[in-house]
Structures are given as structure tokens and as C-alpha cells.
């Protein structure tokens, strides 16, 4: 019987045998691997919503897209970007990286992570689902503000599609939140202090506690919503005695930690590829780590800049407005220590560092225009403008996009044994600066001028079709950059030049192994004695732990 | 003079909505801090970049030098200590001056009109997608005039500041009021009360819009202060005040208007509509725009909307009622007597 089998099926047998390892993975390496692909997946959902609404704001008055469209678009754009491009490319990193570089088999539970990632791609499938149901995806924003979601206003199960999909994808994050800090207290190579951990595993740290922290109550809030909508309850329904000021408070002290979550890791990745590719340890460790901290305390107390103009007490206005300016000490501390590495270094200029260059002179532009924003009285100004999409673009992108790209050049031949095109990175690279600062740059001037955000249409003659018009051409040019990455992370699995272990000739315990890594990651792990196990291999008259 | 005066004010319709062209004390004042605050963080761009373009320099010129790795450089406490504490005290100095242009512009519980002033006191009521205004008292007199979308102030004069409070409402979602020129912007919201003053001594028009995401018409919910000469004002505000007129050519027009569903959600002072979900028509011609603001209150554009407010305004809460042209021609008649 056995010799009946055709040729075909048996191919198709072991497609099918390979699809289903896939899902049935408790790998953290093919989970994690599973995570970026999703994530780069909506990557370019969100960015395809992203230049539909700048082709519409090309000119005053255009009819590109209709009212509802673009509202809906821009709810979906937002929270895709957040909830499941950026939270889960970083997650599937450190879900790929932290075992390695702490010497570890895999993650404390498995199978949570496993059902952490499985849930969170079945939430952002619900929130996109809500392209099938009778009024299409939620119009709310991301923020959904209090009562636009409540059934009187958002009658269509468009934004209970929203409300479970966050619900769901929340669960998965909590866990991988739960997942990161056992693994990092729990599972360190023999010797591996907690102070010796690579720098990332640190933000790691800082990202889990903050996500046990800031997601339960969107959590609850969300929870409470869907009560709202079809339980009777009014939590923030204001007619009937609920308050529309709760959720506000509810959504941000969730969502300000939310742009720490989605930053710490951003730091944690050039944190580790500065070091390598100016060949020099990273400068003042113990302060990188202090300042870490100290950015997940103090953001947990800053939520409310996003709430000046809601008409709090002068009072509340001037804790808050300082709490968000003390953000931006630990944050310089780090800019300042990654500087200090580069200076006197011998720089490699490959892609990783490229990119790492773009984040550290991207990077600071957003932190300066938050501190603009975090003096209430200007807020009052240019809260909702132009001005704060302009502000947190450059954030989420000079940050964590630059960052995340300087990780991914880095670690991609560890991950798949061969190494990215660096011409397509260079294309890559350049197109996003430049594509980058001429979409957001001419967003700030907008909103000085007056431009409100999440309007799909403005008036002529305000000064702002021009700056409107930069930002559209900006968005094309940028566009393509992330298609070429696609492409090149395709091309390279096959074409690309053979990796090597250690490529980089780099210093922490993931470039120690093979690349691709074995399932089991090391066939025996080596004693850690400092910071850089693989340097001190390599320079044995001269090793760190001489120094730490 | 009066005539003359309008005319001016007409013509003044500024497209200006910058923050850096401020019309008013507080907006002044904003723009103070923020011009401080720019100079601030441009003079931390500039520092951080140039460190950073010279390591970049310093480091290629290393790079070409030989093989060995570059000497490694642990940390120094020192030096983080001196960068911990110099942008703290940046931070203690900026904190100091934001706390008092926060006493400067937000309005405090305990805050009255300065002596001599002729405060104006409006509720302002956000609602998609526009503006409703109830006067309710100036200069000490007790008003109750309902209007929409324009909202006429008078303007101060040296020695005479005529405060405009406003008690910012919500009838359905939360909504911002914000006219960049005269002042930063504040939330309406549903079930709270919450207050914002301006004052200008600058006559003309002075644009702005809602600046919270409030629905489908978001973009459109465009707002107009016009700032009048004291005198004007007053015979404005007293116009108002007065139910509509009657004009007896205009009857059959009323008689349409009347039988038509418009009496359900809009008023007209003085008839029997008495409505009050949508903007108060009683003087609609005092105003110069329809739709809050998209279009000019022509006969050819109020004929366009009572067709079809779908094909002006898409999303808006004011369904199309298929009026015959007749209807349509009385309709827009009868309107357009509303002086």
C-alpha cells in the first residue's frame, strides 16, 4: 500500500507536517520567529491604511476617501501599529533572544507562550474581522473615547470587534509579560548575575513589568466597555450616570506606559548593537540599569499629559506636567551613556549600526518635542494638533522602528545562518530617513498652525495644504523602504551570504551558539563570569570580569 | 456706522489660526513659554548632535588607524552625575515658569472679572457636529439668547477689558473647544461643567474648530468668534434677543417651514418649532456660514443644503426630507427672512 502513495501527496504530507510543527510549537525561537512575521504582516496593513489617509489629506476638501472611511482608518492604523505590529515585534524578540543571551533552554512556560502568541494573532484577526460585520471596523480612534463607543453612538458590533480583539490580544501580552520576568529571574546561566545580563535583557525587565502593570486595567476598562454595550451597565455612559472622564483615565494609565513598552526594548536593542560596532563595552551599565527603572516608575505616574485641556485643577496640571518632564532625565542619562560608548570607538558602518545612528539622532528630536508637549500651558495649544502626531511618529519610529530595524539586521543571521543584502539595507535606510522626516518634520508646522488631528478634510487657504502635501510625499518615499526589507529578508534566507556563528564578532552568549540556533539552544552552556562572556573568551589576558 | 462697522468685520476674516499669532493675553502668554521652551530643546538638539557628529568624526578617523580593539571604557560616576544633575536643573527652572503661565491662563475656581471689566458670560454646548451658544448675561445684564456656530464677543478697549467666560457643556460626546488665536483649547464633556476665558482687544473674525475627535464630522465642526466693536455688539445681542421677525410676504413660506418635520428638531422664536436638537434658526440670517461653517450663507447655498445636508455635510444628523422644488423655494424663502 505504502507504494500507492503518489508523489504529490507525499509532498503535501510534509507541508502539512511542517505547518503543523509550526502551530504546535513550544519553541520560544519559532514562537518568537511567528511574532515578527505577524507583526511584519501588519506592518504593512497599517502602513497601506497609513497612505490611503495621507493620499486624502493631499488637498483641502478631497473626496479620496469618505468621512467614515477615514476615521475607520484611522482606528485601525493605530491600533494595529500598537497592538500588533509593536508590542509583538518586540515581544517575538525578546521571546527569540532572552533564553539565548541569559544561556537559558527556552522560556520559563512554554506553553503559555505558545497560547501568548496564538492569542494575540487571533485578537488582531477580531479586530480586523470587523470589515465583515453590518458598519464596517469602529470609527473611535484608538483611544475610543467615552461615550462614541457606547451603543447610542456606535451602533454596529464594529467596535465590539475592537473591544474583544484587545481583550484577547491583552491576555497574551499579560502572559508573555508573566513569561519574561520568570525567565529572567528564574533562568540565568550558572553564574549570571542579575547585574550581568545583556543590556536588552534589562529593558526586557522594565517592558514585562510595565505591561503587568499598565495592561490589566485596559483590561478591565475594556471589560467594563462590552458590559456597557451589552449588559445595561453605564460605566461611561454619561446620560445615565456613568462618567466619560473614567475611561480617559482608565485608557491612559494604560496607554502612556504603552509608548515606554513599546521604547524599552528599542533601547535594549541599540544598546546592545552600539557596543558592537563601535567595539567598545557599553559605557556605565549600572546607570543604563538605574535609568531603566527609573523611566518604569516615573511613567507610571505621567498619564494624565494626555488629559490638560479636560479641565483638571492647576493643581493636578503641575504634577503632571513635571512627573512627564522628569521622563526626560533617565531617558538623556541613556542617550548620553550610548554617545559615550560610540566616542573613541572604531565604528563598524554596517546596516545594524546604520540603523542605530538613525535612531540615536531620530530619537532625541521626539524626546525634546515631549517635553515641549509636557508644559501644560502649550499643551492647552497643542494637544490634538498635528503637532502630537508629528511628536509621537517620531518617537515610535526614530525609536522603536529604528531600533527594532538596527535589532533585526543584527540578529537576523543568528536567527536564519545567512546575512541581510547590505545594499537593500542601505536603500532601506535611506528611503526611511528621508521619507521619515519629510512625512513627519512638516506635521509639527501644521499643528502650530492650527491643524487639528483626525480630521478627514480640512479648509483651504490656512497655510496647511503645503505642509500637508510634504507629508503625503514623505509617505511615498518612506512607503517602499519597508517593502524592501520585506523583500530583502526573503531574499537573503536563500540568497544571502553564509552567517557563521558569530558574524559580528560579538560578545554575548546568543553568538556563542550555532545560527540557527539547535531547539535545545546550547549543548553546554558556558560558566558566565561578567557582562561579556563571549569577550572574555576571546581576550583572555584581558577580560571584563576584571573589571565589573 | 453701525453698517460700516459690519462691513469691516466682514472683511477681516483672518485664515490665521497659528498659535504663534496671538490675539489675546493668555494665547500671549502660551506663546511666550513655548518660544522659551524651543529654545530650550533646540539648544539640547543642537549639543547632542554635535556629540554625536563628532564621535562619528573622531571614530572614522580611529577606525583607519590599526586592528587592536579600541581601549574599553567601563563608566564613570562622575560624569553620569554631572549629566543627572545639569538637566535637572533645566527641568527645576522650566517646571517653575510653566507652573506660572498655568496661573496665567487656566481659569481658577475662585477667579472674578477684574474691576471695571464688562465681562460677557456664554454656555457653550458641543454638539455633532456644531456650536450652540446661550448668552446669558453682559456688562451685569441677564440675557437668554440661543444661537449657533458664531459667536459674537465684544472687544476690549484700553482701560475697558471685556472678559468672554464660557461654560463649556456637552449634549452627546466630548468635543474641545479651541481658537488658537485666543486661547489654548478646552474639553467639553458629557456630564462635567468645565470653563475657559479669552479676551481680545482685536476686532475681526477669528477661526477655529472642535479638537477632539467627536464622529464622522469631526473635520467640519468649525467654529467663528467675531470680535465687534462694544456698540455693534450690543445692538446685536439685542437683535437676538428678539423673537423672529414676521414678514407677512413671506407666509406661505412659513406655512411650508411649519408643516414640514424641521419644527421637530429646530426653533424658530415666536412660531410654534420649537426644537431643540439642532441649531436655533430664529436669526440664521445674522449668520454668515451654514453647516458650521463650510458654506456661506447664500440663498444658492441654503437651497443646496435643505436638498440634501447628505451632499453638503456627509454623516450629519440632518436626514434629506425630498422636498419638492416648491417646498424647497418656499422654504429657503421663509428662511431668509430670519434677519
Not at chain 1, 527609573?294 to 485643577?313: D, E, P, R
Not at chain 1, 502626531?389 to 517620531?394: D, E, I, Q, S, T
Not at chain 1, 542601505?426 to 521619507?435: D, N, P, R, T
Amino acid at each position: 500500500m505504502a507504494t500507492a502513495v503518489p508523489e504529490l501527496s507525499r509532498e503535501r504530507l510534509s507541508l502539512v507536517a511542517g505547518l503543523h510543527e509550526w502551530v504546535v510549537t513550544v519553541d520560544h525561537k519559532k514562537i518568537g520567529v511567528m511574532y515578527v512575521l505577524m507583526a511584519i504582516a501588519f506592518l504593512l496593513i497599517g502602513g497601506l491604511e497609513a497612505v490611503l489617509m495621507r493620499v486624502q489629506l493631499l488637498w483641502p476638501r478631497a473626496d479620496f476617501l469618505p468621512p467614515l472611511t477615514f476615521n475607520q482608518f484611522f482606528t485601525l492604523h493605530g491600533t494595529t501599529m500598537v497592538f500588533f505590529m509593536g508590542m509583538p515585534i518586540l515581544i517575538g524578540m525578546a521571546n527569540y533572544l532572552v533564553p539565548l543571551m541569559i544561556g537559558a533552554r527556552d522560556m520559563a512556560f512554554p506553553r503559555l507562550n505558545a497560547m501568548g502568541f496564538w492569542v494575540t494573532l487571533f485578537g488582531g484577526l477580531l479586530v480586523y474581522a470587523s470589515f465583515f460585520v453590518p458598519g464596517g471596523p469602529p470609527a473611535i480612534g484608538w483611544f475610543a473615547y467615552a461615550p462614541l463607543t457606547e451603543k447610542t453612538f456606535a451602533r454596529g458590533p464594529g467596535v465590539d470587534c475592537w473591544a474583544l480583539g484587545l481583550l484577547v490580544s491583552g491576555v497574551g501580552t499579560i502572559a508573555a509579560g508573566v513569561n519574561f520576568v520568570a525567565t529572567i529571574v528564574g533562568m540565568r546561566a550558572p553564574g549570571m548575575k542579575l547585574r550581568q545580563v545583556p543590556f536588552f535583557v534589562w529593558t526586557i525587565l522594565g517592558t514585562s513589568i510595565q505591561i503587568l502593570v499598565a495592561i490589566p486595567p485596559l483590561t478591565a476598562a475594556l471589560v467594563m466597555l462590552i458590559f456597557d454595550r451589552h449588559l445595561g451597565a453605564h460605566f461611561f455612559d454619561p446620560q445615565a450616570g456613568g462618567s466619560a472622564y473614567l475611561w480617559m483615565h482608565l485608557f491612559w494609565f494604560f496607554g502612556h506606559p504603552e509608548v515606554y513598552i513599546l521604547v524599552l526594548p528599542a533601547f535594549g536593542m541599540i544598546s546592545e548593537v552600539v557596543p558592537v560596532f563601535s567595539r567598545k563595552v557599553l559605557f556605565g551599565y549600572e546607570f543604563m540599569a538605574l535609568a531603566t527603572m527609573a523611566i518604569v516608575f516615573i511613567s507610571l505616574g505621567v498619564w494624565a499629559h494626555h488629559m490638560f485641556t479636560v479641565g483638571m485643577s492647576r493643581t493636578l496640571d503641575m504634577f503632571f506636567a513635571g512627573a512627564s518632564m522628569l521622563v526626560g532625565i533617565p531617558t538623556g542619562i541613556k542617550i548620553f551613556n550610548w554617545l559615550a560608548t560610540l566616542y573613541g570607538g572604531k565604528l563598524v558602518l554596517k546596516s545594524p549600526l546604520l540603523f542605530a545612528l538613525g535612531f540615536l539622532s531620530m530619537f532625541v528630536i521626539g524626546g525634546l518635542t515631549g517635553i515641549i508637549l509636557a508644559c501644560a500651558a502649550v499643551n492647552f495649544q497643542i494637544h490634538d494638533t498635528y503637532f502630537v502626531v508629528g511628536h509621537f511618529h517620531w518617537v515610535l519610529i526614530g525609536g522603536t522602528v529604528f531600533g527594532v530595524f538596527a535589532g533585526l539586521h543584527y540578529w537576523y543571521p543568528k536567527v536564519t545562518g545567512r546575512m541581510l543584502s547590505e545594499r537593500l539595507a542601505k536603500w532601506q535606510f535611506w528611503l526611511l530617513l528621508v521619507g521619515f522626516i519629510l512625512t513627519f518634520a512638516p506635521m509639527h508646522v501644521a499643528g502650530v498652525l492650527g491643524m487639528p488631528r483626525r480630521i478627514y478634510t480640512y479648509e483651504p487657504g490656512r497655510g496647511w495644504d503645503l505642509w500637508n502635501q510634504l507629508a503625503t510625499v514623505g509617505a511615498l518615499i518612506q512607503a517602499p523602504s519597508y517593502l524592501i526589507f520585506a523583500f530583502n529578508l526573503v531574499w537573503s534566507l536563500r540568497h544571502g551570504e553564509l552567517a557563521g556563528d558569530d558574524p559580528w564578532d560579538a560578545w554575548t552568549l546568543e553568538w556563542a551558539t550555532t545560527s540557527p540556533p539547535p531547539s535545545y539552544n546550547f549543548e553546554s552552556v558556558p560558566v558566565v563570569r561578567s557582562r561579556r562572556p563571549l569577550w572574555d573568551l576571546k581576550h583572555p589576558d584581558d577580560p571584563d570580569w576584571k573589571y565589573e | 456706522m453701525g453698517l460700516l462697522l459690519f462691513a469691516t468685520t466682514d472683511e477681516v476674516v483672518s485664515q490665521n489660526l497659528s498659535v504663534f499669532s496671538p490675539a489675546s493675553p493668555q494665547a500671549e502668554s502660551i506663546r511666550g513659554l513655548f518660544v522659551l521652551v524651543l529654545a530650550i530643546t533646540g539648544g539640547i538638539f543642537l549639543i547632542v548632535e554635535g556629540v554625536l557628529v563628532y564621535s562619528l568624526l573622531r571614530s572614522r578617523r580611529r577606525a583607519a588607524a590599526g586592528e587592536a580593539e579600541p581601549p574599553q571604557v567601563y563608566g564613570s560616576t562622575p560624569i553620569e552625575l554631572a549629566w543627572t544633575a545639569a538637566p535637572l536643573l533645566i527641568v527645576f527652572v522650566l517646571f517653575l515658569v510653566v507652573a506660572r503661565t498655568e496661573w496665567e491662563v487656566r481659569p481658577g475656581p475662585e477667579d472674578q472679572p477684574p474691576p471695571g471689566s464688562q465681562p460677557l458670560s456664554v454656555t457653550v454646548i458641543g454638539r455633532q457636529w456644531w456650536w450652540e451658544y446661550v448668552y446669558e448675561k453682559y456688562d451685569g445684564r441677564e440675557w437668554h439668547v440661543t444661537t449657533a456656530n458664531e459667536l459674537h464677543v465684544p472687544a476690549s478697549d484700553d482701560g475697558v477689558p471685556r472678559p468672554v467666560y464660557l461654560t463649556l457643556k456637552s449634549a452627546d460626546v466630548i468635543h474641545s473647544f479651541w481658537v488658537p488665536r485666543l486661547a489654548g483649547k478646552t474639553d467639553l464633556i458629557p456630564g462635567r461643567v468645565n470653563r475657559t476665558w479669552f479676551q481680545t482687544a482685536e476686532r475681526g473674525v477669528f477661526l477655529g474648530q472642535c479638537a477632539e475627535f467627536c464622529g464622522t464630522q469631526h473635520a467640519n465642526m468649525l467654529l467663528r468668534v467675531v470680535a465687534d466693536e462694544p456698540a455693534e455688539f450690543e445692538r446685536w445681542l439685542a437683535n437676538e434677543a428678539k423673537p423672529a421677525v414676521d414678514e407677512p410676504a413671506a407666509a406661505a413660506g412659513k406655512r411650508a417651514f411649519l408643516a414640514q418635520s424641521c419644527v421637530n428638531c429646530h426653533a424658530v422664536r415666536g412660531t410654534p418649532a420649537r426644537g431643540t436638537y439642532a441649531p436655533d434658526l430664529t436669526h440664521l440670517m445674522s449668520r454668515k456660514t451654514l453647516a458650521s461653517g463650510m458654506v456661506a450663507n447664500s440663498a444658492e447655498e441654503l437651497r443646496r443644503w435643505l436638498a440634501d445636508p447628505q451632499q453638503v455635510k456627509p454623516g450629519c444628523l440632518m436626514p434629506s426630507f425630498k422636498l419638492s422644488d416648491r417646498d424647497l423655494d418656499l422654504i429657503t424663502g421663509y428662511l431668509r427672512t430670519l434677519r
